[in-house]
Each structure stands twice: as structure tokens, then as C-alpha cells.
């Protein structure tokens, strides 16, 4: 059975690594759709992408392939909600350019591009099935798009809402494919695992592979990234059951099923969060393996701010707790509420019962207050369960719909 692998590459301010992983997709999944997202980067990242698109169209054009080349830009205005194929005209706009930024790349990296890699075409041979490139949905951002020789195809989308989590909620909206692959664009991320990865994914019918990262030297993870890593992992173990490794990689494999019944919310690093609680509470087949990660090359910096996303991440933890499970969330306070009231309330009871007598009225308000309080809570947190509870069910409806076996 051929399946449709779609590799979504978020891309922010990577002009030193870009190129190397398309190259290194490239090499282990060669019919692949390789997907890059620019995230509004303000170095020659998107300039590199666009050269290596416009090479490979003008090789395929030489080669008697023509018509590789296709922009698609949805115009505002009525009459173009459909994709229009721009001409050559938009290709010369941006050959300069991008010829510019592919020439100062070649001059300035010393890093050896991994497609002559032969080691890396032999990880192909563990694939479970033969692989087509995922089709493009007609989308209403600009995108660019080439086939390469081996067969794959190369997509440069703009995703202009700034964050991982935009990237990826653009990435699941815009493209169709069979299964999904997302990825970082730092060269971090051992893309020779892939194969072996997608063999354990299709084997075990998974809707969600969560690839940890395994160091290799300790240089790699800056302590504060690792123990909030940690920290994090295992408040939503806590929360919501299942203990992953390293909840917070960016290195996943999703079934359509996942994708397209997956409702994204967050805007940053959240999204790694919002994907493993998601799977968790839906039920869905998830798995955990490990794979080499690796340090930045020279040049290359991580996005990722240690306090500030690290807050982000655990608010996220406590919204998606109010959000999925509002049953414990509120009933947990119903229970503070009353027993809160139960301990200020025994002592006035026990003096009432001596002397008849309420003397302080004030705390007994305060007891009362809490009780309807604890009331409120209890029956707030049951409506809420059953309107998340239709909420879930209409996931799963939504996830059987695109369900398959693969």
C-alpha cells in the first residue's frame, strides 16, 4: 500500500541549516512532499528556499520537464478564489535574489550538504510501503511549489501569524496527505531515523509517534531547557495519565485521522503540549521512541526563551486542564470550598448547640458563603464535563471520518 507523506518543516531565521534538511529529507524520504513554512524570517532563509525551488524548476525546464515551476496566490477579489498558476514572470522577479542568497550560502557554509551522503539513501530500504508526494490545497496564502527529480515535490509556504503553533495549525489546515511528518529546520533532528520511525508508525497503526531526543553530550540542552523539559513532562503526567519521555519535542509523525480532527489553539512552543494532551484525552494510538539529537551547527540559535515559554507551556498545561477535564478541575474546588466551610462552620455549630446562640454572625456568613460557593462549583464542573464530553465526541467523529488503516 503507497502512502501519501507529507514533511512540515517550520522555518524561522534558518538560513545556516534550511537547505541541509531538505537535502536530508530528501535523501531518506525522496517522493516525499517537503512543506517549509516561513515564519517571517528576516534573514535570507526564505531567499534560499526560493533559489533552491527556481534551480530546480529551471533543471527540470532543461531537462524537458516544463511547467514544474507553479506559484499560487489567491487574489481578494472575487472572481480568484481558486488557485491561479502565475507565469514565469513571478520566477524572474525572484531569481536574483534568490540566486543572490544561494551564492553567499554556498560561499559562506562549510557544512557538507548530506544528499551525497550514500549512507542516507540506505535507510530506505527499512520503509514499509513506497511513498508519493501529498497534494496542496488551494489556500489563500502564498505558496510556491516545485517537483523534484526523485519524484517528491518542494512547497514554500508564508505563514505571517508569528509561532510554532501558527505554523503548525496553517500546516494542518493547508495540506492533504496520509501521514505527516513535522520537523524543525536546525538540523538538530536526526532525519536518518526517519524510515526506521515511519516503519514503527504504519506497523503499529499509530495516530501520533512522539520522537524524543536523546543527547548525544550534555552540551546539546541548556540545563534550564532540560529540567523544565522535565518538570513540565510530568505535570501533565499528572494531569492527564501518560508519561512521555520528552513531551515537548518537535520531532512527530501524525495520521491524517490526528491531523484533521486536531482543533490547534496555541500560537507558540505550546503546540507540542496541545498535541500530546489532545491524543491523550482523544484516546488515540500514541507511541514514544528515541532518536540522536543533535547540536546547532555555528551560526545557528534556538528560538526558544527559557522562562518566558516555559510559562507559556505550563499555562497552557493549566488551561487545557480547565478545558478537558473541568470535572476535576472543579469539583476539586467544590470539595476546598466545602471542607474550608465545614472547618470555620464546627465551631459555631458545637456553640450553638451550647448556648442557643449564634455569637459571630460574620464567620458564619463566611461558612454559608462558602458552602453555596462549593455548590456553584459542583454543579459548574458537572455542565462543563457534559459540554466537553459533546465536544469529544465530536473529535472522534471528525478523526473516524479520515480514519484508514495504513
Same mark, same amino acid.
Given at each position: 500500500? *503507497?502512502?501519501?507523506?507529507?514533511?512540515?518543516?517550520?522555518?524561522?531565521?534558518?538560513?545556516?541549516?534550511?537547505?541541509?534538511?531538505?537535502?536530508?529529507?530528501?535523501?531518506?524520504?525522496?517522493?516525499?512532499?517537503?512543506?517549509?513554512?516561513?515564519?517571517?524570517?528576516?534573514?535570507?532563509?526564505?531567499?534560499? $528556499?526560493?533559489?533552491?525551488?527556481?534551480?530546480?524548476?529551471? &533543471?527540470?525546464?532543461?531537462?524537458?520537464?516544463?511547467?514544474?515551476?507553479?506559484?499560487?496566490?489567491?487574489?481578494?477579489?472575487?472572481?480568484? =478564489?481558486?488557485?491561479?498558476?502565475?507565469?514565469?514572470?513571478?520566477?524572474?522577479?525572484?531569481?536574483?535574489?534568490?540566486?543572490?542568497?544561494?551564492?553567499?550560502?554556498?560561499?559562506?557554509?562549510?557544512?557538507?550538504?548530506?544528499?551525497?551522503? @550514500?549512507?542516507?539513501?540506505?535507510?530506505?530500504?527499512?520503509?514499509? *510501503?513506497?511513498?508519493?508526494?501529498?497534494?496542496?490545497?488551494?489556500?489563500?496564502?502564498?505558496?510556491?511549489? @516545485?517537483?523534484?527529480?526523485?519524484?517528491?515535490?518542494?512547497?514554500?509556504?508564508?505563514?505571517? *501569524?508569528?509561532?510554532?503553533?501558527?505554523?503548525?495549525?496553517?500546516?494542518?489546515?493547508?495540506?492533504?496527505?496520509?501521514?505527516?511528518?513535522? !520537523?524543525?529546520?536546525? @538540523?538538530?533532528?536526526?532525519?536518518?531515523?526517519?524510515?526506521?520511525?515511519?516503519?514503527?508508525?504504519?506497523?503499529?497503526?499509530?495516530?501520533?509517534?512522539?520522537?524524543?531526543?536523546?543527547?548525544?553530550?550534555? &552540551?546539546?540542552?541548556?540545563?534550564?531547557?532540560?529540567?523544565?523539559?522535565?518538570?513540565?513532562?510530568?505535570?501533565?503526567?499528572?494531569?492527564?495519565?501518560?508519561?512521555?519521555?520528552?513531551?515537548?519535542?518537535?520531532?512527530?509523525?501524525?495520521?491524517?485521522?490526528?491531523? =484533521? &480532527?486536531?482543533?490547534?489553539?496555541?500560537?507558540?512552543?505550546?503546540?507540542?503540549?496541545?498535541?500530546?494532551?489532545?491524543?491523550?484525552?482523544?484516546?488515540?494510538?500514541?507511541?514514544?521512541?528515541?532518536?540522536?539529537?543533535? &547540536?546547532?551547527?555555528?551560526?545557528?540559535?534556538?528560538?526558544?526563551?527559557?522562562?518566558?515559554?516555559?510559562?507559556?507551556?505550563?499555562?497552557? !498545561?493549566?488551561?487545557?486542564?480547565?478545558?478537558?477535564?473541568?470535572?476535576?478541575?472543579?469539583?476539586?474546588?467544590? $470539595?476546598?470550598?466545602?471542607?474550608?466551610?465545614? !472547618?470555620?462552620?464546627?465551631? !459555631?455549630?458545637?456553640?450553638?448547640?451550647?448556648?442557643?446562640?449564634?455569637?459571630?454572625?460574620? *464567620?458564619?456568613?463566611?461558612?454559608?458563603?462558602?458552602?453555596?460557593?462549593?455548590?456553584?462549583?459542583?454543579?459548574?464542573?458537572?455542565?462543563?464535563?457534559?459540554?466537553? =464530553?459533546?465536544?469529544?465526541?465530536?473529535?472522534?467523529?471528525?478523526?473516524?471520518?479520515?480514519?484508514?488503516?495504513?
Amino acid at each position: 500500500m *503507497t502512502h501519501d507523506i507529507c514533511v512540515i518543516i517550520s522555518c524561522y531565521n534558518e538560513e545556516h541549516t534550511i537547505l541541509q534538511v531538505i537535502d536530508e529529507v530528501s535523501a531518506v524520504l525522496p517522493q516525499a512532499h517537503i512543506a517549509v513554512f516561513d515564519n517571517n524570517s528576516t534573514d535570507s532563509s526564505k531567499s534560499l $528556499v526560493l533559489g533552491r525551488i527556481q534551480m530546480l524548476a529551471n &533543471s527540470a525546464n532543461i531537462d524537458g520537464g516544463g511547467g514544474t515551476y507553479q506559484s499560487f496566490i489567491e487574489s481578494s477579489a472575487p472572481e480568484s =478564489k481558486n488557485k491561479v498558476p502565475k507565469t514565469q514572470d513571478f520566477a524572474a522577479k525572484i531569481n536574483v535574489e534568490s540566486k543572490r542568497a544561494e551564492s553567499k550560502r554556498l560561499d559562506s557554509a562549510s557544512l557538507d550538504s548530506p544528499a551525497n551522503d @550514500t549512507t542516507l539513501f540506505n535507510a530506505t530500504s527499512i520503509t514499509p *510501503t513506497s511513498i508519493n508526494p501529498a497534494s496542496i490545497i488551494p489556500t489563500s496564502i502564498n505558496s510556491v511549489s @516545485t517537483i523534484m527529480p526523485n519524484g517528491g515535490r518542494l512547497s514554500l509556504f508564508s505563514t505571517t *501569524t508569528q509561532g510554532k503553533g501558527a505554523v503548525i495549525a496553517d500546516a494542518f489546515a493547508l495540506l492533504d496527505a496520509d501521514i505527516y511528518v513535522m !520537523i524543525d529546520g536546525d @538540523t538538530q533532528y536526526d532525519t536518518a531515523f526517519l524510515p526506521q520511525a515511519l516503519a514503527h508508525f504504519c506497523q503499529n497503526q499509530l495516530d501520533m509517534l512522539n520522537i524524543a531526543r536523546a543527547t548525544i553530550n550534555d &552540551s546539546v540542552h541548556r540545563k534550564g531547557h532540560s529540567f523544565g523539559n522535565k518538570l513540565l513532562s510530568t505535570a501533565a503526567a499528572i494531569f492527564f495519565g501518560k508519561n512521555f519521555g520528552d513531551m515537548l519535542s518537535g520531532y512527530r509523525i501524525f495520521s491524517r485521522a490526528f491531523v =484533521k &480532527s486536531f482543533p490547534a489553539q496555541s500560537k507558540g512552543f505550546e503546540i507540542e503540549t496541545e498535541l500530546s494532551v489532545f491524543a491523550l484525552q482523544q484516546n488515540l494510538r500514541v507511541d514514544e521512541i528515541e532518536a540522536p539529537y543533535k &547540536s546547532r551547527p555555528e551560526g545557528s540559535f534556538s528560538k526558544l526563551h527559557t522562562f518566558r515559554d516555559g510559562f507559556r507551556i505550563l499555562f497552557m !498545561i493549566f488551561q487545557l486542564l480547565f478545558t478537558e477535564r473541568p470535572l476535576l478541575v472543579f469539583g476539586f474546588l467544590s $470539595v476546598l470550598s466545602f471542607a474550608v466551610s465545614l !472547618i470555620i462552620g464546627v465551631d !459555631i455549630f458545637m456553640e450553638f448547640l451550647e448556648t442557643s446562640r449564634v455569637a459571630r454572625f460574620p *464567620t458564619l456568613f463566611v461558612c454559608v458563603g462558602l458552602g453555596v460557593i462549593g455548590v456553584v462549583l459542583g454543579v459548574a464542573g458537572m455542565l462543563a464535563h457534559l459540554v466537553v =464530553k459533546g465536544s469529544k465526541e465530536a473529535r472522534r467523529m471528525a478523526y473516524l471520518n479520515h480514519k484508514k488503516i495504513l
